[in-house]
């Protein structure tokens, strides 16, 4: 079955970094494009970024673009989330998820994991 496993949340000041990764498994990771969309408390879910199954072709929240980095290492099943400039507002559960069909939009997705938590605050 699909499984999608976060890691590499934590607390950091503001202006901090941080990197989060996923490792996926019980699919073909290279096939699918990704997403990365998180929920800040008491808030809904908000797309934040996506990459096609190449890793080639990315798109990004106004919100995060400049600060955050996508990628993929589809030798390693792997999606990562770079993110620099952290600000309080980017305070949320992290999740990733796959999407089947990106033509559909990269907030289309079918699966998520459970989520990795990332604090911004002094």
């Known amino acids: 079955q699909v499984q999608l496993v976060e890691s590499g949340g934590g607390l950091v000041q503001p202006g901090g970094s941080l990197r989060l990764s996923c490792a996926a498994s019980g699919f073909t990771f290279s096939n699918y494009a990704m997403s990365w969309v998180r929920q800040a408390p008491g808030k809904g879910l908000e797309w934040v970024s996506g990459?096609?199954?190449?890793?080639?072709?990315?798109s990004y929240a106004d919100s995060v673009k400049g600060r955050f980095t996508i990628s993929r290492d589809n030798a390693k099943n792997t999606l990562y989330l770079q993110m620099n400039g952290l600000k309080p507002e980017d305070t949320a559960v992290y999740y990733c998820?796959?999407?089947?069909?990106?033509?559909?939009?990269?907030?289309?997705?079918?699966?998520w994991g459970q989520g990795t938590q990332v604090t911004v605050s002094s």
């Open positions: 990459i096609n199954s190449g890793g080639g072709s990315t």
């Open positions: 998820a796959r999407v089947p069909d990106p033509s559909t939009g990269w907030a289309a997705c079918d699966n």
